[in-house]
């Protein structure tokens, strides 16, 4: 048991890792590539690269698929289609310094919507931790100034940002009603539905004239940052999100969204050759300690009432 849960947490550091890249590569390919037909090429380039590993587990689990179309619509819409879209939308025109710290309300999203939907509660040790870790994400945001707080202001980009938080928040909290079929069949119907619901989503928004769709650069200069989405943002890290939610509960599970700042200095360092100041290690170090607090208190009885 203590080693499954190891092995859980484990899986649930990968995401935000994969997700801080996303969050760093869609903030500069927005400028090129429209938010909604940069989600739909991702969602689409997954579900067409996950073919093979596949194909053969939904053709096995298509009648369970079909059984619980809704369920499997309905988290596919949150996820792929929701999350990504709002996601992309907020990035053309907030801050990352927003979308961090909107970010780091993810924790206590998904403890408000456990509890309004599963009567699931947080304990005293969980409302430390989301605290102390939404501390840190905000001394990496602001830079170690907290007076900064003062200017940031709020826009529509912030309200795209937030909404995606909430559709993912519930896609994880409604996770465990999930149809028992193979992981990998889960996953191409997500990927699948998603890529559908946004191209739905960008006909509405041709139809309206609300703006275009049309990439303003060749697809070669934007096609890494995609492939990068495709397979790691999206197969990855759904794959061990789920994995690991599915394992300890989507309240504790939310808690590792805050390691997506800390892993984005990473990027940083390694893609820019930025310095790690010294408010970066106290952000980050916060936001580990919120994390351990969420973890290790009464683990075993917070397991059992989460799941």
Same mark, same amino acid.
């Given at each position: 048991?203590?080693?499954?849960?190891?092995?859980?947490?484990?899986?649930?550091?990968?995401? $935000?890792?994969?997700?801080?890249?996303?969050?760093?590569?869609?903030?500069?390919?927005?400028?090129?590539?429209?938010?909604?037909?940069?989600?739909?090429?991702?969602?689409?380039?997954? %579900?067409?690269?996950?073919? $093979?590993?596949?194909?053969?587990?939904?053709?096995?689990?298509? $009648?369970?698929?079909?059984?619980?179309?809704?369920?499997?619509?309905?988290?596919?819409?949150?996820?792929?289609?929701?999350?990504?879209?709002?996601?992309?939308?907020?990035?053309?025109?907030?801050?990352?310094?927003?979308?961090?710290?909107?970010?780091?309300?993810?924790?206590?999203?998904?403890?408000?919507?456990?509890?309004?939907?599963?009567?699931?509660?947080?304990?005293?040790?969980?409302?430390?931790?989301?605290?102390?870790?939404?501390?840190?994400?905000?001394?990496?945001?602001?830079?170690?100034?907290?007076?900064s707080l003062a200017d940031v202001g709020l826009h529509i980009g912030d309200v795209y940002v937030f909404a995606g938080v909430v559709?993912?928040?519930?896609?994880?909290?409604?996770?465990?009603?999930?149809?028992?079929?193979?992981?990998?069949?889960?996953?191409?119907?997500?990927?699948?539905?998603?890529?559908?619901?946004?191209?739905?989503?960008?006909?509405?928004?041709?139809?309206?004239?609300?703006?275009?769709?049309?990439?303003?650069?060749?697809?070669?200069?934007?096609?890494? $940052?995609?492939?990068?989405?495709?397979?790691?943002?999206?197969?990855?890290?759904?794959?061990?999100?789920?994995?690991?939610?599915?394992?300890?509960?989507?309240?504790?599970?939310?808690?590792?969204?805050?390691?997506?700042? %800390?892993?984005?200095?990473?990027?940083?360092?390694?893609?820019?050759?930025?310095?790690?100041?010294?408010?970066?290690?106290?952000?980050?170090?916060?936001?580990?300690?919120?994390?351990?607090?969420?973890?290790?208190?009464?683990?075993?009885?917070?397991?059992?009432?989460?799941?």
């Amino acid at each position: 048991m203590q080693s499954q849960l190891r092995l859980a947490f484990l899986a649930l550091i990968l995401p $935000p890792l994969f997700w801080s890249g996303n969050t760093v590569l869609g903030r500069l390919t927005v400028t090129h590539v429209p938010p909604l037909t940069l989600n739909a090429l991702r969602w689409g380039l997954a %579900a067409l690269l996950f073919v $093979p590993f596949a194909y053969q587990h939904v053709k096995r689990d298509w $009648p369970v698929l079909w059984q619980y179309r809704w369920r499997v619509l309905g988290l596919a819409l949150c996820a792929a289609t929701g999350y990504n879209s709002f996601l992309y939308l907020g990035l053309r025109s907030t801050s990352i310094v927003n979308a961090a710290l909107i970010n780091a309300t993810t924790p206590a999203v998904v403890g408000v919507l456990s509890a309004v939907l599963l009567r699931n509660h947080l304990t005293r040790w969980q409302l430390i931790g989301a605290v102390v870790s939404m501390v840190g994400v905000l001394q990496i945001a602001v830079r170690g100034d907290w007076a900064s707080l003062a200017d940031v202001g709020l826009h529509i980009g912030d309200v795209y940002v937030f909404a995606g938080v909430v559709l993912y928040g519930l896609y994880t909290v409604l996770l465990r009603f999930a149809p028992k079929v193979h992981a990998f069949s889960f996953m191409q119907a997500i990927f699948v539905i998603g890529t559908i619901g946004t191209l739905v989503w960008m006909g509405i928004y041709w139809l309206t004239g609300s703006g275009s769709l049309a990439l303003n650069v060749p697809i070669s200069q934007v096609m890494w $940052p995609i492939v990068y989405m495709a397979i790691f943002a999206s197969i990855g890290a759904t794959f061990f999100w789920n994995y690991g939610v599915q394992q300890i509960g989507a309240i504790r599970a939310g808690y590792f969204v805050n390691l997506i700042p %800390a892993f984005s200095i990473v990027w940083a360092l390694l893609l820019i050759g930025e310095e790690i100041r010294l408010y970066q290690v106290v952000g980050m170090a916060l936001v580990c300690v919120g994390i351990a607090f969420a973890l290790m208190a009464r683990r075993q009885t917070v397991s059992k009432s989460e799941d």
